[in-house]
């Protein structure tokens, strides 16, 4: 009997709420999806997922979105994008940036994203071994599935957060004490606190040998569960650092999310140096001083939130309920530097992100950043790094 996959798709992508492609070898030749996005966000990941040769199989990606796959012959089958928590504007639109969607439609790409239903990876899932059953006569449990894992693609690419998990993991393997691990904890939590990055790699340069309590029986529970209690005390550091509340917590649960999805202790070693340093950085972002005010956090907060748009004084005054004067003046008494200078270095520090991990033409993260044009931005780039964006670029890629 042939198998109408359009109306399967079409029939899984009414269920779901989450788009689904047909490929024929590499040609699209189906398309369905509830909700309007001017272009397709796979187009990020796509080589990641046709790497994916199995039956079954999935790609999560930097964000902790998930893309689902069913292989059979010739025919593709790619459902998602989809994850359980919800995605902030900024998040959007950087994949929006990612996805060379032009500014005009980032407003509508953003609302589409947002319709798009948020699911458990599970019912991804549990959606693909059906589509597996129907299109290869396959009967498979979740536990079959092969982990196809993007994020720690990436990371083990990185060669020095790579090597500065296994440092850790060593140290911790080599533990043979009972607990010893309140002296070192607070250190940690300290560390993310203050963000302190640089304190933070060179502990993990001389970790002490750490033995925490069994948390499990099975080896690679014992990981995750270790994982979870970490992150859990890791994202309350950070708000008491000043990161939003709200934000900590999204985090915290997508790394829970993305650490669930792994099979090896190394990887889930990987995993945890990087959430330890994200963690980190993104307090050091917030902090201009080691006792920062209250002001100061709202305003780092605010420019975090609104990276990708221009950012003005008068709409900060506005969000943050303050004169616009008060706000410039009371600013620079507190920290030393203008406002302006503030939010043009913190867009700086985002600019040389973008240049060292993305391929993006220097007119398009300057759209992104909310800089009137490339030149513009090139000049103000030059002004707080002393190179050009192309020379920063060729030095760091």
């Known amino acids: 009997m042939q198998i109408d996959l359009p109306y399967l798709c079409t029939t899984i992508g009414n269920l779901s709420g989450v788009p689904v492609r047909i490929f024929e070898g590499e ?9 309007y996005l001017p272009r397709d966000p796979m187009t990020i990941y796509r080589d ?3 790497a994916v040769n199995d039956h079954v199989g999935y790609v ?4 902790f979105h998930y893309y689902g796959i069913v292989n059979s012959g010739q025919t593709k089958i790619v459902i998602g994008p989809t994850r359980q928590i919800t995605e902030t504007d900024q998040e959007l639109r950087e994949l929006a940036f990612r996805a060379d ?16 239903i948020r699911m458990p990876f599970e019912s991804i899932l549990q959606m693909l071994c059906t589509m597996n059953h129907v299109m290869n006569g396959e009967t498979l449990s979740l536990k079959d599935i092969t982990i196809y894992d993007a994020e720690q693609e990436r990371l083990l690419a990185d060669q020095g957060r790579q090597q500065a998990a296994q440092k850790l993991s060593a140290r ?12 070192q904890e607070q250190a940690l939590l300290r560390m993310v ?12 340069s001389r970790a002490p040998a750490i033995r925490g309590g069994v948390l499990a029986k099975e080896q690679l529970r014992q990981k ?5 209690v970490t992150v859990t005390l890791v994202s309350r550091a ?13 985090h915290s649960d997508s790394y829970i999310q993305q650490c669930e999805l792994l099979s090896s202790p190394v990887d889930i070693l990987n995993l945890q140096y990087w959430m330890l340093l994200d963690y980190t950085e993104r307090v050091e972002r917030l902090r201009l001083g080691k006792q920062p005010s209250k002001l100061t956090i709202d305003v780092a907060n605010y420019i975090q939130h609104h990276m990708s748009e221009p950012i003005t004084a008068e709409k900060m005054a506005e969000k943050l309920f303050l004169n616009r004067s008060y706000l410039s003046r009371k600013f620079k008494e507190e920290t030393g530097e203008t406002l302006t200078d503030f939010i043009l270095k913190e867009k700086t520090e985002e600019a040389k992100r973008l240049l060292r991990y993305s391929d993006k033409p220097l007119t398009a993260i300057a759209s992104y950043l909310g800089f009137s044009s490339a030149s513009h931005f090139s000049r103000v780039f030059k002004t707080y790094v002393g190179s050009t964006p192309s020379e920063y670029r060729e030095k760091h890629q």
Do not use: C
């Open 193 to 204: 606190r203050k963000g302190d990055t640089a304190a933070f790699k060179e502990w993990v």
């Open 101 to 116: 969607v032009t500014a005009d439609d980032t407003e509508d790409f953003i609302a589409g994203m947002k319709s798009i």
């Open 224 to 228: 995750k569960n270790t994982f979870i």
């Open 238 to 250: 950070a708000i008491r650092g000043g990161m939003e509340v709200e934000d900590a917590f999204s």
């Open 172 to 183: 911790v393997d080599e533990a043979q004490s009972l607990h010893n691990t309140l002296s």
């Open 48 to 50: 990641r997922i046709f």
């Open 27 to 35: 040609n699209l030749t189906f398309y369905y999806s509830q909700a």
């Open 60 to 63: 999560t990606t930097p964000h």
